[in-house]
Every structure is written in C-alpha cells, then in structure tokens.
C-alpha cells in the first residue's frame, strides 16, 4: 500500500510557473521501483494524462498539450516525484493527481495505475 500526497498548487496568471510535489510513504516495496505518473481532470472532463516516469527516471513521456512546458521528477531518496510547469496557460487549469504502479516502465493510461493521491488545484488566470 502506498500512500501518495500532492502539494504545490495554487494560483497563477498565464506565462508563470509553478512546481508540485508528489510524497509517498507506505509498506511495501519500494518507492524507486514504481512508475509514476501525473494525470489532471478540469470540471466535466475526463481525467488526463499529462506525465510518466520510469521508475529510475531513464525515461519520461507527456501529454501532447504539455510537451516543452512540463517536466517531470524524481526523487528517490526522498520518495518523491515532481512536475515543474512552465509558461502556464489558462487550459492547464485543473485538479492534478500523481499517481504510482507497481511496474517500472512508462504507462500513460491512467487505468493501469495503482495509487492515487487526493489532487491539489491548480488555477489559471488570463
């Protein structure tokens, strides 16, 4: 069992940038030998895929509405995973989760993850 919680959200205008934290703790095995992913839900949308990470973070893959403006982390040490977001637009307004699998590899559907963290809100503004 793992335990996922984002932090870091908040407000800003366009053209800023903002960092979220994904911490884990739990049994189990350990933090480095889980994908994990970040994923976003706007209100009456379907919940999207937005970034992965191997578990060694040899090896990453992003949304197509992000590509060149997120970046995604991790720390293994601290059993943490990171999304830097840069040049934020308006569209990038949503709740964002992480999430971890028990896998390794790089996964994009959100159905295959086995974790989820509660989301932190990020807003915005034009």
């Known amino acids: 069992q793992v335990q996922l919680v984002e932090s870091g959200g908040g407000w800003v205008q366009a053209g800023n940038s903002l960092r979220l934290s994904c911490a884990a703790s739990?049994?189990?095995?350990?933090?480095?030998?889980?994908?994990m992913g970040w994923f976003r839900q706007a209100p009456g949308m379907e919940r999207e895929f937005v970034a992965t990470?191997?578990?060694?973070?040899?090896?990453?893959d992003y949304g197509n509405a992000v590509k060149g403006r997120f970046a995604i982390s991790r720390d293994n040490a601290r059993a943490t995973s990171y999304l830097q977001m840069n040049d934020l637009k308006p569209e990038d307004t949503a709740v964002y989760y992480c999430?971890?699998?028990?896998?390794?590899?790089?996964?994009?559907?959100?159905?295959?993850?086995?974790?989820w963290g509660q989301g932190t809100q990020v807003t915005v503004s034009s």
């Open positions: 990470m191997t578990d060694t973070g040899s090896s990453t």
């Open positions: 999430a971890a699998a028990a896998a390794g590899w790089r996964i994009t559907d959100k159905n295959r993850y086995d974790y």
């Open positions: 739990g049994p189990g095995r350990p933090f480095s030998t889980y994908t």
